[in-house]
């Protein structure tokens, strides 16, 4: 038998598709799929969670359909991706094979034209530079050499940020850093 609106819980849950692992019957929850019984012999899917100190069986959080259901046939548990690594996901091997390349391309992104830049320890970043006041002044001149508008940071913080972005910008135009 066909189980309906599998289509609006993986949109609903953000899923590729229906998870495969069955729930153990114990363990807590935040996010599962249903397959519930409905009134009228037919199933469909629906959004589920299970606290032990909450609840006796899990709960049905969402329905798709205004038909009413009246029993719970199985529960399917989200698995927590960002926590599992592609060998050990519960995936079939199509999955799998998709979830790698993405992984692939995701530490590709991330890692595609950064390079960690040696920072002094001096956390003004210029020698010249000992405190907030002295900070202030340099990045007025460093604005107004560069034809840049803008207020001048006041904040301690803001001010640091502001040195590391022109410190790297001086690093980049310097050639000691790629883009």
């Not at 519930?36 to 359909?65: E, N, S």
């Not at 927590?80 to 992104?109: F, H, N, P, R």
Request: proline share 5%; hydrophobic share 35%; aromatic share 8%.
């Amino acid at each position: 038998m066909n189980v309906k609106f599998e289509k609006e819980i993986c949109a609903f849950l953000n899923l590729p598709s229906i998870p495969l692992k069955e729930w153990d019957g114990e363990t807590a929850f935040d996010k599962g799929v249903a397959i519930v019984k409905q009134a009228y012999d037919g199933q469909a899917y629906a959004v589920a969670r299970f606290d032990p100190i909450k609840d006796a069986k899990p709960t049905i959080v969402k329905v798709f359909d205004s038909e009413p259901f009246f029993d719970i046939e199985k529960v399917l548990v989200v698995p927590d991706y960002m926590e599992t690594s592609v060998e050990t996901a519960d995936l079939d091997e199509e999955s799998k094979k998709k979830a790698e390349e993405l992984a692939k391309q995701a530490e590709e992104i991330e890692n595609d034209g950064t390079q960690q830049m040696e920072l002094p320890e001096n956390p003004y970043l210029f020698d010249n530079i000992t405190n907030d006041e002295e900070a202030i002044a340099f990045i007025e001149a460093y604005n107004k050499k560069n034809g840049i508008k803008g207020q001048v940071p006041k904040k301690h913080e803001t001010i640091l940020n502001r040195l590391l972005v022109i410190y790297s910008e001086q690093k980049k135009a310097a050639g000691n850093v790629d883009e």
